[in-house]
């Protein structure tokens, strides 16, 4: 059973308020500060602990009979990873370079790495033999901060990504995920948004039917 300690939860939490707080209104120049700032969100423990046992269970993980392995890409401070863990599964999370994720993910008990998703780059071989990896309201492929490019990717390289998830899974394996929208949408029109419309048909074309418009489940026969 994951545990986590809550004491030192809440005290990292109050530690980056008060960085935060320093700072005031007034722009860093760091990106990463910036980064830790917008998405210092996630000390939020209950709003958060919902929205990821809502995509834990959309990804069937919480019926399964065995255990999985799983990867999380752009991982953040690790909560889908601890919820997967309560239910007996094993996982790895990964994401950019961020002190503040690193220690919540610590606080966790989750198993957090820095090696960012770049487009057209494969992650490193050590990442594989994996039953699922999720990408869960993810924004590498149009992140505004560290190592990626402003640019958003267009379908070569969701192509070129979705290809190297697929190698790295299990035969019976899956990837699970949300992209993040490239633009909210407006009225009541359900949907993800990309710059480049052609990705979100491929990536409909290839997922397992579903009822979901924001979620997406694509087996390893798909991705490889």
């Given at each position: 059973?994951?545990?986590?300690?809550?004491?030192?939860?809440?005290g990292?939490?109050?530690?980056?308020?008060?960085r935060?707080?320093?700072?005031?209104?007034?722009r860093?120049?760091?990106?990463?500060?910036?980064?830790?700032?917008?998405?210092?969100?996630?000390?939020?423990?209950?709003?958060?602990?919902?929205?990821?046992?809502?995509?834990?269970?959309?990804?069937?993980?919480?019926?399964?009979?065995?255990?999985?392995?799983?990867?999380?890409?752009?991982?953040?401070?690790?909560v889908?990873?601890?919820?997967?863990q309560?239910?007996?599964?094993?996982?790895?999370?990964?994401?950019?370079?961020?002190?503040?994720?690193?220690?919540?993910?610590?606080?966790?008990?989750?198993?957090?790495?820095?090696?960012?998703?770049?487009?057209?780059?494969?992650?490193?071989?050590?990442?594989?033999?994996?039953?699922?990896?999720?990408?869960?309201?993810?924004k590498f492929d149009?992140?505004?901060?560290?190592?990626q490019?402003?640019?958003?990717?267009?379908?070569?390289?969701?192509?070129?990504?979705?290809?190297?998830?697929?190698?790295?899974?299990?035969?019976?394996?899956?990837?699970?995920?949300?992209?993040?929208?490239?633009?909210?949408?407006k009225?009541?029109?359900?949907?993800?948004y990309?710059k480049?419309?052609?990705?979100?048909?491929?990536?409909?074309?290839?997922?397992?039917?579903?009822?979901?418009?924001?979620?997406?489940?694509?087996?390893?026969s798909?991705?490889?």
């Open positions: 059973m994951a545990e986590m300690d809550l004491v030192a939860w809440d990292l939490r109050d530690e980056y308020a008060a935060f707080a320093a700072q005031g209104d007034e860093s120049p760091d990106k990463i500060f910036r980064m830790e700032k917008n998405y210092s969100k996630y000390f939020d423990l209950e709003k958060w602990f919902s929205y990821h046992a809502r995509l834990l269970m959309l990804a069937g993980l919480h019926q399964t009979e065995e255990p999985k392995r799983i990867l999380d890409l752009g991982c953040g401070s690790g889908f990873l601890f919820l997967c309560c239910l007996g599964h094993t996982g790895t999370g990964l994401d950019i370079e961020s002190d503040m994720y690193r220690r919540m993910a610590r606080t966790l008990g989750v198993d957090w790495r820095v090696a960012p998703v770049l487009a057209n780059t494969p992650l490193d071989k050590e990442f594989v033999g994996f039953d699922v990896i999720s990408a869960l309201a993810i149009r992140l505004d901060w560290g190592p490019s402003e640019e958003p990717w267009g379908l070569q390289e969701w192509q070129f990504f979705l290809n190297d998830a697929g190698s790295r899974l299990n035969p019976e394996g899956y990837l699970f995920i949300k992209p993040n929208y490239w633009q909210h949408p009225g009541t029109e359900p949907g993800i990309f480049d419309e052609r990705i979100l048909d491929f990536l409909q074309g290839i997922s397992l039917p579903s009822d979901s418009v924001a979620e997406y489940i694509i087996p390893k798909a991705l490889v």
